[in-house]
């Protein structure tokens, strides 16, 4: 009976010294406060400052930059075809972004974020072969592209998953929908480096940006929603619904 005794006691020990502490510096909003949409936004803004530097509770990486190691983009139809690597990404500027909604759907587990990027600046190395509207385009060097204005609309799905009796919740679907105000683009070493027409395709780029970027977006949407479901992935993963979003805020 008093080994018995001993092994409950120590597995009761390790439970609670294994249970991860959410960091002080998390607003922690009431599930019940009918004011959660409010609290969950500035909750979100707040966090912008640790984001940037990254949140080794959270596994959270630093993000602005956010280095990404690799992102192949591929569009088959159209007048927008070709096949593109890019290496090295540096993305900076999400710093800036302004929170405008976030939205929490607990009988269904939806997550809404709405968020505005004034300025998102991508640099890269590139590989591409293909054509983009009437223009062959290959190359591989380096690339720069500055966006403006950057609406994304995030919405994150997922299923409920019980862990000692404790709620977790297990991302499933992801989307992204970005509308984006402006574009510049510039990619070094097209054509082998011929500079006549590389300047000519660049220039061409930037006149047309708004067509380009019409029928790329699917593809950007695509790989943002993957960068965006796996950073939050990381925090449903650790944290419970009852850490996340108690009955009663702390």
Request: charged letters at 25%.
């Amino acid at each position: 009976m008093k080994l018995q005794f001993a092994l409950v006691a120590l597995a009761c020990l390790l439970a609670a010294s294994a249970a991860r502490t959410i960091p002080s510096y998390v607003k922690i909003c009431s599930r019940n406060d009918p004011q959660l949409n409010r609290c969950l936004v500035d909750s979100v803004d707040k966090l912008r400052p640790y984001l940037a530097k990254g949140i080794p509770e959270f596994r959270i990486p630093p993000y602005d930059p956010l280095l990404i190691p690799k992102v192949s983009l591929t569009q088959g139809e159209g007048p927008v075809s070709f096949k593109s690597e890019f290496n090295n990404l540096k993305t900076s500027g999400a710093r800036d972004v302004v929170v405008r909604d976030v939205e929490v759907d607990l009988k269904n587990l939806v997550v809404t974020l709405d968020l505005f990027f004034p300025k998102l600046r991508i640099q890269s190395d590139y590989e591409v072969d293909g054509r983009i509207l009437v223009v062959p385009v290959q190359g591989s060097g380096y690339s720069d592209g500055n966006f403006t204005s950057v609406e994304a609309h995030i919405v994150l799905s997922g299923n409920e998953e019980k862990r000692k009796e404790l709620t977790y919740v297990s991302l499933k679907d992801r989307t992204v929908k970005l509308e984006i105000g402006g574009a510049t683009m510039h990619f070094d070493n097209l054509f082998n480096g011929n500079k006549q027409l590389g300047d000519t395709t660049n220039r061409f780029f930037n006149e047309n940006w708004r067509d380009i970027v019409r029928e790329i977006k699917p593809v950007l949407e695509d790989t943002i929603a993957e960068v965006v479901h796996g950073i939050v992935r990381q925090v449903f993963d650790l944290y419970p619904l009852e850490q996340l979003l108690p009955e009663t805020a702390p």
